[in-house]
């Protein structure tokens, strides 16, 4: 494990710091100097042969982008934290997830925890999944700053016989690095491999898909967590006409809206979003077309987007976009810098979203909706 202090994934290493000064866990805990030297240590140490985890947030994780690019490219099982909070300037130490998502196609898998049990949950699978050798991929774990990074609530902790059930040594076969296992990592391959070499990450991600179903089924049946589909956590969507879509806490504040509003009459539900890569494309699509909009919030941003919608809007959009009868997807921005989403942003959400699915469609030249934003 290599740590360096910057705020709000701190809270997370500081935690397991204090576990290893009290003998509860039994690892090697290397301060570095930085970032980079971060992202180094476990990178170099994952080639050895050992089982690694790191973190950071925000600029420290784009400090550290030349390796965290290398890890992907070289397809090594690192699993890192990211907590995330928005980038300079200006300084803020709150969520926003675009710190995450610059890592989005540089071949790292990528789920996102609603709560700190999933958050523990999603780091054993994340082991499991990287290290399968059908996958081999570094794990992105996305934990939204100080809503998770600094909450402390009660988590089960499962028992050393139960992880060791679900989790295998690790194992990297004759890819190890070392002496007795002469091996070139990294060689120069210029124009000659380097396009075979993309398409050998692109082919590991498309695995991992079965793979996390796989780990998912075996979770769940170990110990009792998980939910029905690895991919998607959906609430009160079995009559519902519209739904809201994301990722992370947000789906916290919205559950209680849609209780609210379903108490009023409304028939409205969430689907929340625990892989964005791989993106499960056609899990996307079966649970959403059964809804006459989609109301999808990002805690992020792309300026000059198609539209000016979010990251996870264009995924969306993208992934319904050849379906011959298609809802109205409709892109909102709200929550950046770690701003609470609030019941009055929820409604204003909830009946913009209404409003299209009513109509049928989108104005011509409509674009994203900023909520909760001073004018």
Known sequence: MAAYPIRPYDGVMQAAAKLIADGKMDVEYIV???EHSQFEIV?????????VFVGSSGVGWFYAMEAIAVTG???LPVVAICGNRALDDPGAFGTEHNDSLAVRDLGWLMPWAETAQESLDLALMAWRVGEDKRVSLPVAIGLDGAFLTHSQTIVKIPTQDAVNKFLPKYDLGN???HPDNPITIAP?????WLMEIRRQNDAAMRRAQDVIR???ADFKRLFGR???NPFLDEYMTDDAEYVFFGQGTLALPMKVAIRRLRAQGHKVGLVRLKWFRPFPTADIVKSLLRFKAIGVIDRDYSFGSPNYGGVLYHEVRSALYSQPKRPVVLSFIAGLGGREIDQNM???IFEKTKQAAEKGSLDQGDTCTWIGVRE
């Open 73 to 75: 490219g070289l397809r």
């Open 175 to 177: 890819r190890l690095l």
């Open 214 to 216: 796989e780990a998912h």
């Open 346 to 348: 929820a409604t204003q």
């Open 32 to 34: 570095a100097d930085g």
């Open 188 to 192: 120069q391959v210029d124009q000659d």
């Open 226 to 228: 998980g939910g029905d």
């Open 43 to 51: 990178k170099h140490a994952c080639a050895v042969g050992a089982r």
